[in-house]
């Protein structure tokens, strides 16, 4: 709450393309970049295709991270929450999918985050209605419902201190495709114990990949004000919950009185099925939070049962709407 002006810590500066203890390589599979400590390895399998890059496709490094944290569940452990995951799914999971499904193929990589602290005030505007008359005129199918209220011009200012938001700093898992893949189920299996990380170590990438960050603080400043202003909102829901008409903010405004970066890395176990259908392909991603066992992804579905079981259950809606649903993942 003391926080003043804008802190950033020595990793979360702006990035350093001669950082030395770490090679990247881009991944002739996926174009992902894989991050290996150069001082106990020479190369990596690809975290998202499980491609392998060679020497020849190395690029310049990003920044090295403050911090890192390290992994806590170990591979057997990361290969029993992924097939417990699938397993649940399998009923509607694509035949394909469920004859070449290999959780041992999971991959333990570091993601890049902002750590962000902030003090921060916030005012919103807008209109809420308070309910005073509900009546009904007319007669037969003529019938009509009318609701009268006191509309109130609404301005609430709340204070607040915000404690270790993290926020991607990588491009690529920022700018989510879902046409293409679904790694936005990383943001899923959030949040991380952060407290408990260490000082940065290039060791800590002993036997798992990372991706660097290419972001510095003033790309990712606007997605924290966005989400700074959501959590804002949401202080002050409490306040207004007497307009029980509803209470709508039009405008809002933050003043962020003080910021602390620190970049670090969190740890991922990640297992990736590149699906294909009707020329149409589709990376999928089952992730687990290295640290809490937290489990999220998506598997392949065989849309012919999920029309199935939406005609057996009578309800023709229900298999559109699963469409839908199929056809954004």
């Known amino acids: 709450r003391d926080l003043q002006g804008t802190i950033i810590a020595s990793g979360a500066q702006d990035i350093d393309r001669n950082a030395a203890e770490v090679m990247t390589l881009k991944c002739g599979g996926c174009g992902a970049e894989v991050v290996i400590p150069i001082a106990t390895q020479m190369t990596a399998r ?3 295709c499980r491609h392998v890059p060679t020497l020849n496709e190395q690029i310049a490094n990003g920044a090295v991270p403050d911090a890192v944290l390290p992994f806590h569940l170990t591979h057997a452990q990361a290969v029993e929450k992924i097939a417990e995951f699938a397993g649940k ?21 570091y993601l890049p985050y902002m750590v962000v602290d902030a003090n921060a005030t916030s005012d919103v505007v807008g209109h809420g209605e308070v309910l005073t008359r509900t009546y009904t005129r007319g007669t037969g199918d003529n019938k009509k419902t009318y609701y009268d209220a006191d509309v109130y011009w609404l301005h609430r200012r709340v204070e607040f201190a915000v404690d270790d938001l993290t926020v991607e700093s990588s491009v690529d898992r920022s700018n989510l495709d879902i046409k293409a893949n679904t790694n936005n189920i990383i943001n899923a299996i959030l949040p991380f114990d952060t407290k408990n990380a260490v000082a940065w170590n290039a060791n800590y990438l002993g036997g798992f990949t990372s991706e660097k960050r290419d972001q510095d603080v003033e790309a990712i400043t606007p997605r ?15 306040p207004v919950a007497r307009h029980d008409r509803g209470a709508g903010w039009e405008q809002g405004r933050l003043n962020l009185h003080g910021t602390r970066w620190v970049s670090m890395y969190l740890p991922v176990w990640l297992y990736s099925y ?11 991603y089952i992730a687990v939070n290295a640290r809490t066992g937290e489990t999220m992804g998506s ?30 993942l």
């Open 46 to 48: 690809c975290h998202w």
């Open 89 to 109: 799914r399998r009923l509607f999971a694509h035949s394909r999918f469920k004859k070449e499904f290999t959780p041992e193929n999971v991959v333990g990589v």
């Open 224 to 238: 924290v004000e966005d989400q700074h202003m959501s959590i804002a909102r949401s202080q002050v829901e409490a």
């Open 274 to 284: 590149y699906h294909v259908e009707g020329g149409r392909g589709m990376a999928h």
């Open 299 to 328: 598997v392949p579905l065989a849309k012919g049962k999920l029309f199935l079981a939406a005609a057996l259950s009578g309800t023709v809606l229900e298999a559109a709407v699963i469409a839908v649903l199929v056809a954004s």
